[in-house]
């Protein structure tokens, strides 16, 4: 296991904590407009398109480093099927339970309101775009919990076996160019996985990765801008932007939350500790108060979305930290699972 400053011992890492705060407001953020935004937005869907190159690569690198440190992927062969037991239950339960929870949800809705985004054909289609043909999932905002499960179940074999890191992220990068059906999210797995290995790779390295991040934080930020901006322009095709903006923002993002005043900033770390929750249930509840609004004679126009905009990302951000409390909190099996 790493050891020195940047070391998990038994206090949690708070610049992890922070990025991920940061991270899953960005998920909020690209979640307000599930498919059309209204007709003559025109900045919305830019930044959207600029979110969305690096903030779940973000999350995955993440994933990988908590991963390391914690030693999860350093389980011996003996306690492998314990290990995939106890990572079923913390992300594939939530992955069905919610997934099923919005298609049902949705179905609902349907009847009484044209304004669900993405809706199902029908409880049939439904239940197998949910989970098996994923391209036309009606609950897509939760893909991130199936992926993080199958990227352990590779990563942790493929470490005993004598891959190591690096090698982990050279599959990352083949799997870039394999042609990867949309079944079980397999396709993602394909793309993000490369993130997942970097953040092994560098808490494998990070007494001497981080403090370096550190002292060339502009370097990695004008890296990180100028592959969102040349993304932005078409330069990059979007095929490899993900790929290119993604590792360009992890040096520079992780760099960052180390650097003042970044580093003594407490939202991020209150963000951060609701994250799961916050991701399970944003879209339903920004779904509900984009229909809430609509109902009240809010319209989905230009001039309706800055109401909107506010309101709804403020949904997709406190109402499920509500829920936990108000709800979640009375069910401690079900409430464990969203911390």
Aim: proline share 6%.
């Amino acid at each position: 296991m790493p050891e020195g400053p940047y070391a998990l011992v038994r206090k949690r890492r708070l610049d992890l904590d922070r990025a991920k705060g940061i991270a899953i407001l960005l998920v909020v953020f690209g979640h307000i407009v599930a498919r059309q935004q209204p007709e003559g937005l025109t900045w919305y869907e830019p930044l959207r398109f600029a979110v969305y190159r690096f903030h779940m690569p973000l999350f995955f690198y993440l994933s990988g480093t908590v991963a390391m440190l914690s030693g999860v992927l350093l389980t011996p062969p003996e306690r492998w099927a314990t290990l995939l037991e106890r990572r079923a239950v913390r992300l594939l339960l939530p992955f069905f339970a919610v997934g099923l929870l919005i298609l049902l949800g949705k179905l609902g809705a349907g009847q009484v309101t044209s304004t669900v985004d993405n809706a199902p054909e029908g409880l049939g289609p439904g239940l197998r775009h949910l989970f098996w043909d994923t391209a036309s999932s009606p609950a897509t905002s939760i893909w991130y919990l199936l992926v993080l499960f199958l990227a352990t179940a590779v990563a942790v074999p493929a470490l005993r076996l004598g891959l190591g890191s690096s090698g982990l992220v050279v599959l990352g990068l083949v799997l870039q160019f394999v042609a990867v059906p949309p079944m079980l999210y397999l396709d993602r797995f394909a793309s993000h996985f490369v993130f997942f290995a970097i953040g092994i790779w560098v808490a494998e390295r990070q007494d001497r990765l981080l403090p370096a991040l550190s002292r060339q934080l502009g370097l990695w930020c004008g890296l990180f801008l100028c592959s969102l901006a040349l993304a932005g322009a078409g330069v990059v095709p979007e095929a490899w932007s993900m790929l290119v903006c993604g590792l360009l923002a992890l040096p520079a993002l992780h760099a960052l939350v180390l650097a003042a005043p970044v580093n003594r900033l407490r939202w991020p770390l209150w963000f951060g500790r609701y994250s799961m929750v916050i991701y399970l249930f944003n879209t339903v509840a920004i779904g509900v108060a984009k229909a809430m609004l609509v109902a009240l004679g809010v319209g989905w126009t230009v001039a309706g979305f800055w109401l909107h905009g506010p309101l709804l990302m403020a949904a997709g951000l406190f109402l499920p930290i509500a829920f936990k409390h108000v709800v979640l909190a009375r069910l401690p099996a079900v409430d464990r699972l969203t911390d």
